[in-house]
Structures are given as structure tokens and as C-alpha cells.
């Protein structure tokens, strides 16, 4: 055991947990001030749901013994045989129990993250149920495919550095899904949804962009350079991100905006989690660049498609997903991660195919059981608030309380 690797993991471990109250409050300062609490009720409750079910059942769903290449055995279910020695699967210097509860942060985060596409209109109860039943039946399965020992896709040799496909193709598809099934907010379309607290979001994303430093430098497993590689690469990707979403609101509005800058930091940091590890600073910066510029014209799509992804996680996650996991098999190379995998521009045009096929599975696949899980919640319990909840909002009719008297 490598006590230096196990304070990195640790430390970082930390960072990614920050990264849920951040992002409340990045979607909180979103909303309407009536759906304060309750957009951050959405996110923070998942720290303890998701806890617990990574306990008894998603580590070892996750990364435990392989079942044919599908899903790990319940072998470790509440943590039955995780210590503090080394795994030699999965993280060979820093002690089973780091590894695990560094993973946790991951699966606390994805289905929050589900929760800005259907902003203010969804009951909160129904929505612990979704959010419980998703991160069984879609995150731990395609956690194990990807990062599992002996998992399908990473078998095949599909990478996913820290988490293109695993945590965010996964939450823009289960968005689009919920968009689709829930429908629209009262009043879109006519009524302007316009942010009640800026200074909200512009907290919530440097504690999301702070946290990232865990979530893809943590990723290597190891305080080494590969670790370092991400680090930069992270950074410099957000700040391009930020750089290129703003340019191209000047050249479209004619001028810049602080919502506009958050949401190209986070489209950077988005797109570049799946190859992190894999690029250089110049790649990296590229990739941001490409982020801003993609993600915002999906963002500004949505109203043409007249749909309604409340706070943009299709636009931004989903699509950031799909394009850092493609972009992976594009620049990725072995001379920064020896490691890692060449890509198409060091020779090896067969990465790419293989990352595109990484992404329509887990795209179809999460799109459809989320899909289904939404409707069956539906037409049972109902998911959606009364249209009388909706306009009185969700801290009144859903939690008894408000943000500000």
C-alpha cells in the first residue's frame, strides 16, 4: 500500500462528494425562488439514498465478482469482505474501502445530476423511487460494463477515463427520457423561466469545477503523472469551454453573459472526463473548444425541438459525453498515457469505432429502462406535481418551507 496514493484518493474522494452540494446549488440559482429548497432537496437527498444503496448492493453490482460480463455478484453486498487491503483489480496501492467510497462520490452525483432536465414539476417522492430503481438498474450495470473487471464493453476495449459514459451519456439520456415523459413546465414557451439567483450558479459551478480536480485527477488511482495529465487537462478544457461559449453568445446575442460563462465551464469539464487521462494540454484545450461550441448549440436547439431540458443536461452532459468519449478515440496516445490507447490521429482509426459503439449502447440502453421506469412511475404513483403544486412551487407544496421570508 502506497500511503501517498491512498491520501490522493482520499482527499479526492472528498472533492467529488463537494461536487453534489455544488451542483444544488448551480441548478438552484437556476430555478424560480419558490423552487429553491426543493431543486436542492433533489440533489442533497441523493448523498444518503445513494449511499446506502451503494453499500448493499451497488459496489458489489458495480465492481464486484463478473457475471458474464454483465453485472458484478452480490458477493460484497454490504460490504462483506471489502477491508483496507489492496484490491489488485481495480486499485492495487490504496486500500479497498478508499476505492470504494472514492466510486461512491461518483454514484451520488449521476442521478443528481438527472434532476436539472425536469426542474420544478416533479413530486419528490416519486422521484427518491426513480432515482433508486435508475441507480440500480442503469448506473451499476453500466458501471461494471465499462469499468468493471471483466466487463463487457471494457473487455472489448471501450475507455472511459472518468466517466464520459458512465456518468454522463448515462444522466443526458435518462434527461431526455424524463423531458419526453414528464413534459413540459407550465407556461413554456409563453412565460419567461428566468434565474432568480446568479450569483447561486456562478457558486455552485467553482465548487463543481473545484471538485473536478478530484473527479478526473482521482481517476488515475494514483498521486502519479497520469494524475497530473488530468489534472491539467481538466482545467484547461473548462477554461476553453467557458472561453468559446461566450464568443459565441457575443457573435449571437451581441453580449456575454454570466450564465453563459458557467455553462461553458461545465460543457468543458463535461467533455473532457472521458479523456482526461488520455490527452495532452493542447488536445485538451481543443476538446474544450469544441465543447463550447457543440454544447451550446444543442442548448439552444432545445427550443426549436420545443422541449423542455429545464437546465440544460441533455444539452450539456449528454452531449458533452458523447463528444469527449468520441473525441477519446480521436486524440488519445499512448506517448501521454502509456498506459492508455492510440486514437485516430496516432494511428489507430479502430479506437474510434470502438468508442462510438460504447456510446450507442449505453445511450439506447439507459435512454430506454429510464424511459420505462419513468412511464411505469407515471401511470402508478404519478411523477409530476399537481398543476395547483407547480404554480404555488415546490418548497411551499412539496417540503413545507421557503428559501426566503
Not at 104 to 114: N, R
Not at 137 to 158: E, F, Q, T
Not at 369 to 398: F, H, N, Q, Y
Amino acid at each position: 500500500m502506497n500511503h501517498a496514493d491512498t491520501a490522493f484518493i482520499m482527499a479526492a474522494a472528498g472533492l467529488v462528494f463537494l461536487m453534489t452540494p455544488g451542483l444544488a446549488l448551480f441548478y438552484a440559482g437556476m430555478v424560480r425562488g419558490k423552487n429553491v429548497l426543493g431543486t436542492i432537496m433533489q440533489s442533497f437527498f441523493m448523498v444518503a439514498l445513494i449511499s446506502i444503496e451503494w453499500v448493499y448492493l451497488g459496489y458489489s453490482m458495480s465492481f464486484g465478482p463478473d457475471v458474464g460480463g454483465v453485472i458484478g455478484d452480490l458477493s460484497w453486498a454490504g460490504l462483506r469482505g471489502v477491508t483496507s487491503a489492496p484490491s489488485p483489480d481495480y486499485a492495487s496501492t490504496i486500500p479497498q474501502t478508499v476505492f470504494m467510497i472514492y466510486q461512491c462520490m461518483f454514484a451520488i452525483i449521476t442521478p443528481a445530476l438527472i434532476t436539472g432536465a425536469f426542474a420544478e414539476r416533479v413530486k419528490f417522492g416519486p422521484f427518491v423511487i426513480f432515482a433508486l430503481l435508475w441507480a440500480i438498474l442503469v448506473y451499476n450495470p453500466v458501471c461494471h460494463w465499462v469499468w468493471g473487471k471483466g466487463g463487457w464493453l471494457g473487455n472489448l476495449g471501450v475507455m472511459d477515463f472518468a466517466g464520459g459514459l458512465v456518468v454522463h451519456v448515462t444522466c443526458g439520456a435518462a434527461a431526455l427520457a424524463a423531458v419526453l415523459v414528464i413534459g413540459p413546465r407550465k407556461g413554456f414557451g409563453r412565460v419567461s423561466f428566468m434565474p432568480h439567483n446568479l450569483p447561486m450558479t456562478v457558486l455552485g459551478t467553482g465548487l463543481l469545477w473545484f471538485g473536478w480536480f478530484g473527479f478526473n485527477g482521482g481517476s488515475a488511482l494514483a498521486a502519479d503523472g497520469v494524475a497530473a495529465t488530468a489534472f491539467v487537462a481538466t482545467h484547461l478544457a473548462g477554461m476553453a469551454g467557458m472561453l468559446m461559449w461566450v464568443i459565441m453568445e457575443y457573435v449571437k446575442l451581441g453580449k456575454p453573459t454570466i450564465l453563459g460563462a458557467a455553462s461553458g465551464a461545465i460543457s468543458g469539464l463535461a467533455t473532457i472526463t472521458p479523456a482526461a487521462g488520455f490527452v495532452g494540454p493542447n488536445a485538451a484545450i481543443l476538446i474544450g473548444l469544441m465543447a463550447g461550441v457543440v454544447c451550446f448549440l444543442a442548448v439552444n436547439a432545445k427550443h426549436r425541438l420545443g422541449f423542455d431540458d429545464s437546465l440544460d443536461v441533455v444539452g450539456i452532459h449528454g452531449v458533452g459525453g458523447v463528444v469527449g468519449t468520441l473525441c477519446l478515440g480521436v486524440f488519445a496516445s499512448t506517448k501521454v498515457n502509456p498506459g492508455g490507447v492510440d486514437g485516430l490521429l496516432a494511428g489507430n482509426a479502430a479506437q474510434l469505432g470502438l468508442q462510438a459503439f460504447g456510446v450507442v449502447v449505453v445511450l439506447v440502453y439507459t435512454l430506454v429502462v429510464s424511459w420505462l421506469l419513468l412511464k411505469g412511475l407515471d401511470m402508478t404513483v404519478g411523477i409530476r406535481l399537481s398543476e395547483e403544486a407547480e404554480v404555488e412551487g415546490l418548497d411551499s407544496a412539496e417540503h413545507s418551507e421557503t428559501a426566503y421570508n
